[in-house]
């Protein structure tokens, strides 16, 4: 349940962020910390993609994979968990990727950005804690 939960901060993050850059307007961003120079930095695409909507499908995904997952157990296959397994790991390697680049190449930080970052390796974990299959069984999968 907790997943589902993080899944939905994460689309109320990433939407937030879509939302004002749209209307071409700097978000309040907390801790005295400088947004608008990240979410308008050439980082804030991937393939001509916004991260941002990058980051609604995922967590849309994420969301709706661990609904499915919790309503109906008896449906769940060792196919569905790797796969939503490597999207997760796809995401948590590119939120620090991202965050990398905030830290080391722009010097600036955006506290929405961190904040998604942060439940992008909440979801990370829980996944990882919590899939009723074993990593071997997972790579038989792929087999």
Do not use: D
């Amino acid at each position: 349940m907790l997943l589902i939960l993080c899944g939905v901060m994460g689309i109320g993050i990433a939407y937030h962020i879509y939302g004002k850059k749209r209307v071409q307007e700097a978000p309040v961003c907390p801790l005295n910390f400088k947004c608008e120079t990240v979410i308008y930095s050439p980082y804030s695409t991937f393939l001509g993609i916004p991260v941002e909507k990058l980051g609604v499908i995922y967590y849309i995904f994420i969301s709706a994979a661990y609904t499915s997952m919790w309503s109906f157990p008896n449906l769940v296959t060792a196919e569905l968990t790797l796969f939503a397994f490597s999207a997760t790991i796809a995401a948590f390697l590119f939120s620090l990727y991202l965050t990398a680049i905030q830290s080391f190449v722009l010097k600036e930080f955006c506290t929405w950005c961190l904040a998604s970052a942060a439940v992008c390796t909440i979801i990370f974990a829980l996944a990882a804690a919590t899939s009723r299959f074993s990593f071997t069984e997972l790579l038989r999968v792929l087999n």
